[in-house]
């Protein structure tokens, strides 16, 4: 592989095309019956924001993440194996709906399953 190649910010078409899944996201999470309940009291704009952030810092774009660290975030909220892959699941059906390729959705998948230490049972 070419270390020319395009980011995966710039596969996954940059800030708006980023901005699009992010939106699917919220949708899948917010009617997914598993963690629907975990986001009843959050501001969706400010959530989205910071995960539009993330998403987009992580992938290689020049955005700055403003939001907590994965472990202050989700510290003493006890979420579970099953919590997590039902996000995981949310993200990549986000990526499907936005045409992103087995290759994107294959490095996303890699990257969110790094940060479970962070996030599950903490
Ligand atoms: C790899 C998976 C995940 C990533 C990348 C992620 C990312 C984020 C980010 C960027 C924030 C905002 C941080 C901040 O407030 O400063 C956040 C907050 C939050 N996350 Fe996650 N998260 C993940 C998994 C989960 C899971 C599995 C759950 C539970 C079902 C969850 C529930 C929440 C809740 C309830 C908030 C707080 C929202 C609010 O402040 O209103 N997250 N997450």
């Known amino acids: 592989m070419s270390n020319t ?3 995966l910010y710039e596969r996954l078409g940059g800030q708006s095309g980023i901005a699009a ?3 699917d996201i919220w949708a899948n ?3 997914n019956p598993v ?3 975990r986001y009843i009291d959050s ?3 400010n959530v989205k924001r910071l995960v539009r952030e993330m998403f987009c810092a ?3 774009g020049p955005e700055t993440y403003t939001g907590r660290d994965m472990l202050s975030a989700h510290r003493g909220m006890n979420i579970n194996d099953q919590e997590f892959n039902s996000v995981i699941d949310d993200v990549l059906d986000a990526m499907t709906k936005n045409d992103a390729g087995q ?3 294959d490095e996303v998948l890699a990257i969110l399953y790094s940060l479970k230490g962070e996030i599950v049972h903490v």
Do not use: R
């Open 5 to 7: 190649q395009a980011s």
């Open 21 to 23: 899944i992010v939106e």
């Open 29 to 31: 999470h917010t009617s």
């Open 35 to 37: 963690v629907k309940q």
């Open 43 to 45: 501001d969706p704009e």
């Open 58 to 60: 992580g992938t290689g």
């Open 103 to 105: 290759q994107e959705k």
